[in-house]
Each structure stands twice: as structure tokens, then as C-alpha cells.
């Protein structure tokens, strides 16, 4: 029986020539990925242990973003828990460098993979065809201590992806879209496999916002096929595959999509699920008080490029704070050699370092009573950005910078 | 197989991770100092009006969200026996077992059931409620072990001998 990318890359991490669908498989895992959102639980769940030990202390890759610079005497002994116990076992260490993801992206993540990261988000990993899965910090503890782990082998969806984006339509509405057809739990314990002649319109940067956000329909997983482009960026950032995978012809999908690219249009997911989506131009006239581009979602230059493109020689509105946070220091340097970072500042922006920022809704920007935010984030759900009594809309780069001009919901083409 | 009977909370479909432990209070120090404010941005008064060995009746994907683990671990904190929902996002189904947490999946239930009413559940069998019987798929014995350990740490250390 054929098998999907998912069965292939579980069957590498399990050594077994194959693997179907439901099969429960003991791994080894390639990586284990943790951020300052739960890593000092770890490690106080490590030294209560009787015998602790790291398995593979070169697998483990610990990064700083999510409070940063840290904005509390209790986040900073959280942060400096994290970091002794790094330094004093000799684990590779971030913090500036930027959005946890976007630092795996751009340093550690191969095609074949398996990756457990102490993050929900890991599914972006699938851009460059690794298995990459969210994990609490017990399962995240176990696989530290003794090198694996179980998984359920998971049912895939298989997303065939044609023909190409319109102008003005960007990886975030399309993926929006995708969740708002299958809904919050139309993945549930699934992969999301994508490929089709389509994939090949898509930059790296759409590939990991699409991959990244697969999760908010539940998805264990997100993969996609190993191409041209995805090889390109391996090179680019010197890395080679660990193994390349494509679907077998008779691979068995428990859903098949096809996917016509050229019908997306800008879309927003409103309050306070992922998978509400509308229309841009449905939602628009909306009043906003806050907009936020950046994340492991879009907070890349190509992102940036996007929104200075739209805000240049414009103004954010006067009742608006428009964050402007790149997703990692390359990011930012690049944006800043391109004179991006220029053009926001001067139309008002806050620009800000690389973090999760108000994304994660406990950092920066976080919102009040009744007020509105539009994001590039992952979340919208109640409470998330702030107040529990508050509303976050989740749209493309281009909308939530035609919005932050406009100081109410606006697609890109109404400013023009 | 274990019996028990418990007072009801009713929730609806994709009560997610940031409602069940809101970020805001992730930053405090223990799991004790997070409780009350559980489910907060949903029902603020909630936390307060549970009382151990009650049990929570969702509709389909509780859990979804983030990886936080806070989320089943104040859960537990909380004294709820169980919870019991159409279905569960994955990566909190894995944090609930690791956590010693019982999770049941049924389909039903959640649209029957009235808040404050009592139900008993044989775990690995049947929930009965208003002279009706629930039937619910047994989890794998490994699965049971871990929840009866009271999570996988635990678990790992009875099974190498370590006792507390």
C-alpha cells in the first residue's frame, strides 16, 4: 500500500519500511524545539526527576520570544531559568534572534524530519517537508529525556493546489479560506498534505504561512512537497535535505481537495474563531483601534515588502496603533537594507523587535476593554490579544496595513 | 472498572486553551495561583463554583489551541473528575493524559444535558444519565495506566520501580 509524506517521514523516525494510517509507532525525533512560554516548567518537571537526563543534548534547540525583552520580575526568573539551564547543559540557545519558528526556518528545519516543538505552531515546519507537531511540556520532557516518543500515525488530507493567486490575494487568505471550508476541527489528529502544480506559485514565505496556521484546523501536521523552491532556500541557508519524500500514486487519503487558487479573495476571520471567516470586503467599514503586523505567520520580509508597499507616503490612522514587528533579525536586517523599516516609521508606525509581540496577547500591544484589533497573528479567540471583553480580526499583511491607514477594516485596493 | 458520579458543567463546541487558562495569567508561579481565573474570559464565576468531583460536558474540539499544558493541568487543579465532550483537539488530549486527566469521547451527551444535573460514569463503558445509557469506547490500557498513575512522569517512575 502506498503511503503519504506523513506515513514515509513516521516510517524513517520509527525505522520501519512502512506505515499506515492509526498505526501507533515509537520515534526518534530530529529536533525538539521549546520557547519561553512553558521551558521553565520543564525544567522544573526535569529536576524533579530522579534520574534526569538529556538523550541527544544536539537535538534540542531553546529560543527566547515570546516575552521579549521580558516585561516582568516574574517573566524574567522564568527567562533566566531557561537560560542557566541552557547554558549549563550546553543547549543551543536564541533569544533576539527572533519568532521561535521563523529561527527553526531559517537555521535548523530539513525535509524528512520529525520535530516536536513545546509550541502549537510547529505544523509550519511542513513547508520545508518536515513533520513538525505541537507537544505539551510532559510529552516535550520525555522526548528530552529519553531521545523518543509515541505518535498516532496520522489520516491525511490531501489539499491539490491549482492555478495561481490574484493580485492582492496572499498565502493568509487562502489558508483562511481552506479553515473556513474544513472548519476549527476538520483536521483534527490529521495531516494536511499540499502540492499540485499550484504549490509552485507559492514562495517559501506563503508555504510557512500556510503550514503554520494548519493547526487552527486541528492538524497534527502540515507537509508539503519538496520542490525547486524548497531546495532553493535550503541552499540558500546551507542546509541539505535529511530525506526527501513524495507521496506514493496509490497513497490512501482519507479527503482529497482541489483547490483553485485563482477564486481565493481577501478574506478575515472575525471573532473569536479561526474558522469564522468572511469576506474582506464584508467586514469592512469595521472600527479598529490596534493592527499588528508580524508572527511566525507574517512577519516575514516578503510580508514587510507588502505592507511598506501599501503604507508608503500614507500615514497610519490617528486613532490607530499600527505594530510593525519583523519575525527574526534577518528579517528585520533585510527590511532595513531595503529601507522598509523607514517607510513605516515615517508613516507612524511602532516597529518593534522580533517577538511573538501581541500575537500571544501577554508581551506587547495587548489590547483594552472593547477595543478591536486587526492581526497578522494566529489567533483570535476571545481574550487572546487582551481583555477578555476585546476582538481581534486575523487578515493578510495587506489588509491589516490598509486597515491601520483607513482606522477601520479596508482592503488594500479601497485606499487607492 | 471505576464508577463515579458527579455534578455537570455544560460547555459548548471549541472551548479553546486561552479560555480555559487565559495567557495573561501563565506568568504566575504555580498552578494553584492560576485557578481562579480558569474559563475566565468565558464565564468569569466558574472556577469558583467548582467543587471537586464535579465533571465537564463539552460539544466537539475542547482543547483546541495552544500547547499549553496549564490548561489540563488547572483542569485537574480544579477537582474535575472528568471531562466528557463530543470531541478533543489533539495536542490537549496528549497533555490530558499526560496529566492524569480522564477524558471521554461522546457524541451525544452534550446535546441532552442540562447544567447542575448528575451523572455516573463506568469508566471504559457507560455514562448514565437521566435513566439513559451513554455507551463510550474503551481508551487503551496503556493509556488507562498513565491516568491511573496520575500522568506519565509518575507512570514512568512506577514502571521503573522509582515510587514517590
Known amino acids: 500500500m502506498g503511503m503519504t509524506i506523513a506515513e514515509k517521514i513516521i516510517a524513517r523516525a520509527a525505522k520501519m519500511e512502512s506505515v499506515k494510517a492509526n498505526d501507533i509507532c515509537t520515534v526518534e525525533l530530529d529536533y525538539l524545539m521549546s520557547n519561553d512560554g512553558t521551558t521553565h516548567i520543564t525544567v522544573d518537571k526535569y529536576n524533579s526527576l530522579k534520574h534526569p537526563r538529556i538523550a541527544d543534548v544536539s537535538k534540542l534547540v531553546w529560543i527566547i520570544d515570546h516575552n521579549l525583552p521580558c516585561d516582568s520580575v516574574k517573566t524574567a526568573a522564568s527567562h533566566k531559568k531557561m537560560r542557566d539551564f541552557a547554558r549549563a547543559n550546553g543547549i543551543k540557545f536564541y533569544e533576539g534572534e527572533g519568532v521561535c519558528h521563523q529561527v527553526m526556518m531559517e537555521n535548523h528545519v530539513r525535509p524528512g524530519q520529525l520535530i516536536f516543538g513545546a509550541d502549537s505552531h510547529t505544523c509550519a515546519y511542513g513547508a520545508l517537508g518536515a513533520f513538525g507537531t505541537g507537544v505539551g511540556n510532559t510529552d516535550y520532557l520525555y522526548a528530552m529525556v529519553t531521545g523518543t516518543s509515541w505518535v498516532l500515525v496520522p489520516e491525511t488530507l490531501r489539499f491539490n493546489l491549482h492555478g495561481q493567486l490574484p493580485e492582492g490575494v496572499y ?3 487562502l489558508i483562511l479560506t481552506i479553515i473556513g471550508q474544513i472548519s476549527a476541527s476538520g483536521a483534527t489528529y490529521k495531516a494536511m498534505e499540499f502540492g499540485g ?21 486541528g492538524a497534527k501536521t502540515a507537509l508539503m512537497e519538496v520542490d525547486e523552491i524548497t531546495m532553493d532556500y535550503l541552499k540558500e541557508h546551507g542546509r541539505e535535505p535529511a530525506a526527501v519524500f513524495a507521496p506514493d500514486e496509490d497513497a490512501v487519503y482519507s479527503e482529497v481537495y482541489d483547490i483553485d487558487l485563482s477564486s481565493i479573495k481577501p478574506i478575515v476571520a472575525k471573532p473569536h474563531f479561526v474558522d469564522n471567516v468572511c469576506d474582506a470586503k464584508d467586514a469592512a467599514g469595521i472600527h479598529i483601534d490596534e493592527a499588528f503586523l508580524g508572527s511566525c505567520n507574517n512577519g516575514r520580509i516578503e510580508d514587510l515588502r507588502v505592507g511598506a508597499e501599501i503604507i508608503k507616503g500614507r500615514k497610519v490612522n490617528p486613532g490607530v496603533r499600527f505594530l510593525v514587528v519583523p519575525a527574526s533579525r534577518a528579517v528585520y536586517e533585510q527590511a532595513m537594507k531595503e529601507g522598509l523599516m523607514e517607510i513605516f516609521m515615517e508613516a507612524g508606525a511602532i516597529v518593534m523587535n522580533p517577538n511573538c509581540s501581541v500575537c500571544w496577547g501577554s508581551c506587547q500591544g495587548v489590547i483594552g476593554e472593547g477595543e478591536t484589533l486587526i492581526s497578522t497573528g494566529t489567533r483570535n479567540f476571545k481574550g487572546r490579544a487582551g481583555h477578555r471583553e476585546s476582538f481581534v480580526y486575523l487578515a493578510s499583511a495587506a489588509t491589516v496595513t490598509a486597515s491601520a491607514i483607513m482606522g477601520e477594516i479596508a482592503t488594500a485596493d479601497m485606499i487607492k | 472498572m471505576e464508577k463515579f458520579t458527579g455534578r455537570v458543567w455544560v460547555m459548548g463546541d471549541d472551548i479553546d486553551t486561552d ?11 504555580t498552578i494553584g495561583e492560576m485557578k481562579p481565573y480558569a474559563f475566565s474570559p468565558l464565564r468569569p464565576e466558574l472556577a469558583a463554583q467548582i467543587q471537586p468531583g464535579d465533571i465537564i460536558v463539552a460539544g466537539k474540539n475542547f482543547g483546541c489551541g495552544s500547547s499549553r499544558e496549564q490548561a489540563p493541568e488547572v483542569v485537574k487543579a480544579l477537582g474535575i473528575k472528568c471531562v466528557i465532550a463530543k470531541s478533543f483537539a489533539r495536542i490537549f488530549f496528549r497533555n490530558a493524559i499526560n496529566n492524569g486527566l480522564l477524558l471521554i469521547e461522546n457524541a451525544d451527551l452534550a446535546d441532552d444535558m442540562k447544567e447542575g444535573d448528575e451523572i455516573t460514569v463506568t469508566v471504559n ?17 496503556n493509556l488507562v495506566e498513565i491516568i491511573d498513575a496520575g500522568g506519565l512522569v509518575k507512570a514512568m517512575r512506577k514502571r521503573n520501580g522509582l515510587e514517590d
Not at chain 1, 199 to 217: P, Q
Not at chain 2, 19 to 29: A, D, G, H, R, S
Open chain 1, 171 to 173: 498565502a493568509r487568505d
Open chain 2, 19 to 29: 479560555i480555559i487558562m487565559p495567557t495573561e495569567y501563565l506568568v504566575f508561579k
Open chain 1, 197 to 217: 502544480e499550484g504549490l509552485k506559485t507559492l514562495d517559501m514565505a506563503a508555504r510557512m504561512s500556510i503550514c503554520n496556521l494548519c493547526v487552527e484546523a
Open chain 2, 125 to 141: 463503558e457507560k455514562i448514565e444519565y437521566n435513566g439513559k445509557d451513554y455507551p463510550i469506547v474503551s481508551l487503551p490500557d
